[in-house]
């Protein structure tokens, strides 16, 4: 079993790198905050007697060495960058269960026979930094180091002289680093396992995604004089399509979900029939399918509007990832586990994008979830609590176990 | 008859203070601009033989003196401040139409019984400084002087300030001139008289509006990990009331008018469910008891929607103004001066707020339209036909003139 103050102890630790009033943590990628969280997490890894390998975008993996070197490592991972307005536990709990699950082997002395690697990912939010979960995207091919290097924040800062400036631009060619397989725990950020009262959720897969940006064009008129039977208002079309995503979504549970998250109208003023409204739509689906078919039907549905209403709109995909199913022998470790310990469980779906999913591109991989204060993430009260996190690091452990040997 | 080139050029003169790019103009409300466009007016007032009196909230009164001085004046007048990006037309109009009367009567050497008076109103538009239609608010009591000494810009600027620093604050108090009628020549700013191919608008009246701030209170939460059925998603909600707003207005025809303008999303995040949404609501009417139904039937649905579900919500009204009917003897003039110089002609409801509707409140009050390109205004790219503007002053000459007694 693993020590869950000690966990607790450095989480609060870390947390305290760029805490916020709220008590939450704001640490974005590539800052002196980030660079000081790094320091600390590869000091404690030092301390724990691993050695540490960077790679040339910035992912830190700390390596426990095994009886057999020559075996690729059971890695465990997750990032410690956060949101501008993030939490204590998102991705930062998941690297810091590994530390815990090392430090407890070095306590107990448990030699494995494949090493154990510790990871942390380069810019897994993508808030300051596009594409979100970047260096674990860069490792596993999905996008080229260049287009990583490339990208600026809004002061026109790259990843590439940012990464230098905090010291953390690596030599390891990234991808060049052998994984035996992953595993992830991360806080659900949902509220499934707190709505069921179960402390570990065994996540099988992650939902796919697409993303999409929306713009329906009528024309802005001054909301007295013009008739109601004249108008072409751009935001009355545009509930419709709204309403419709998340009817989409509801066409196919319980994985189906839709979301318009962002609307931006123009002008944007009280008297002013709106001439052109942009929004952003979500579709996810765990079956690429079912996600392929909500596309297809959206897709219908803003053709229909289009004719019906006469005005003009165009829907471009940004953004697309299929599901990820995780390995049977990985989703099998993280449930025997949780089995084993007695803890409550169910499975969960994971609904949101982790570095896991790029894992899984090269290794076997699973996750595990456990609860949060309400299913919030990505918000200075983002809250879990200590007995949850410190099943969710027994379980980490005792699955890291059975894939490395002992 | 009036002189249209004349006043064409006029228009165009003082279109080039503040002039934008794309043709508009911008010529905020007590700003630099806005005195060299009243110092223009002005002066092209005393070279037109009026005496000039300006008030404490700045509006400008130019007399031509009748035979029987003791007589109140016949009146004409409107704005010369803009929207930031407003057009040449919308206001100007009015006071270089009221100025292109006195110039005729001056050319025809036609003395007037009772005194004739141009005059303009201080910040109608209410772009820089809130309420609307100041100058003719304070003027007819709406609200009192100090509090729109008191309203400040977005730099924290006040209307008592700006108004001293352009040398436009006069010593009259407001209201205390007398007022025998008041015309006022405008663009439609709608698109009505286009779409039915009118040249001259009879307005025998003024929509009463109710403005609303509703706002719908969710829960913010990630997109991907929150199943469809425990989600508080504010917008979705929202989108049922924006829609309502526009059948409410369908429900009232000819004149209801329902319209949502503007919205602002918590946290406006494309994967993230709405926490929050804020809506503007904008009905009208032009009969104050349906324009009550409509208010009472938005009230309804909100409460109908809240318990539906189960979000909190708000809906305040933040301005109210009763419908404004304009007097039979002056709506009665306007129709005959049309009907005697053959232009066609139709009646067309105000459905945007005017000086008049302030004025009419002490006076007998009336309206002429004119067409405007596409009914816009309220946008760089507001035209109107030069014909159709002389048409208007001609109508507007000869009512005045009906009123004032050759
Ligand atoms: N974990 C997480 O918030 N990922 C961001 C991408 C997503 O919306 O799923
Ligand atoms: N004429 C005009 O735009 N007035 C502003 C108030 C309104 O929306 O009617």
């Given at each position: ?7 607790w ?5 870390l ?26 997490v590869?000091g404690?890894?030092?301390?724990a ?20 070197p ?15 307005t ?20 070095n306590d ?9 690697e ?5 810019n ?15 490792f ?13 924040d809004?002061e026109?800062?790259?990843v ?32 499934v396992?707190?709505d ?33 039977g004249?108008?072409?208002d ?22 189906g979900?839709?979301?318009v ?5 123009f ?57 990820c ?20 469980t ?10 896991a ?26 809250d ?17 176990l ?5």
């Amino acid at each position: 079993r693993i020590n869950g103050e000690r966990l607790w102890a450095s989480l609060m630790e870390l947390a305290k790198i760029g805490a916020t009033p709220k008590g939450g943590v704001k640490r974005l990628a590539l800052t002196d905050l980030d660079k000081q969280g790094r320091d600390l997490v590869v000091g404690w890894g030092r301390e724990a007697g691993m050695s540490i390998t960077v790679d040339q975008i910035g992912n830190v993996f700390m390596r426990r060495e095994g009886r057999n070197p020559a075996l690729a490592p059971i890695m465990t991972g997750s990032h410690i960058d956060t949101q501008p307005t993030g939490g204590k536990f998102d991705g930062n709990y998941g690297v810091l269960a590994g530390l815990e699950v090392v430090r407890t082997l070095n306590d107990q002395g448990i030699e494995t026979e494949a090493p154990v690697e510790v990871a942390f990912w380069t810019n897994e939010e993508g808030s300051r930094f596009v594409p979100v979960m970047m260096g674990s995207g860069v490792f596993c091919g999905a996008f080229s180091l260049e287009t990583a290097y490339a990208a600026k924040d809004t002061e026109g800062k790259s990843v590439r002289d940012e990464l230098a400036r905090i010291g953390y631009m690596g030599e390891q060619v990234p991808g060049q680093h052998p994984i035996g397989a992953y595993f992830e725990t991360h806080i659900e950020q949902g509220p499934v396992l707190e709505d069921a009262d179960k402390v570990i959720g065994v996540v099988p897969a992650v939902m796919g995604l697409s993303w999409y940006d929306c713009v329906v064009t009528g024309m802005e008129a001054h909301a007295g004089p013009t008739p109601m039977g004249l108008r072409k208002d751009a935001l009355q079309v545009s509930t419709y399509i709204m309403q419709e995503v998340v009817k989409i979504a509801n066409r196919y549970p319980p994985y189906g979900r839709g979301t318009v998250g962002m609307v931006q109208l123009f002008p944007n003023s009280r008297n002013v029939i709106p001439g052109e409204v942009k929004f952003s739509i979500d579709l996810r689906n765990v079956n690429d399918e079912l996600l392929n078919t909500m596309h297809e039907e959206m897709l219908a549905f803003i053709d229909k509007t289009r004719s019906d209403s006469g005005l003009a709109m165009s829907i471009e995909r940004v953004s697309y990832y299929p599901p990820c199913p995780f390995h049977p022998d990985c989703v099998g470790a993280v449930r025997e586990a949780t089995a084993k310990l007695g803890y409550s469980t169910m499975d969960v779906v994971s609904g949101a994008g982790h570095d896991a999913i790029y894992a899984a591109r090269l290794a076997p991989a699973g996750m595990i979830f456990v609860p949060c204060k309400d299913g919030i993430s990505h918000n200075e009260i983002e809250d879990a609590r200590s007995d949850h996190l410190e099943a969710g690091c027994n379980v980490l452990l005792h699955a890291m176990l059975e894939r490395a040997k002992i």
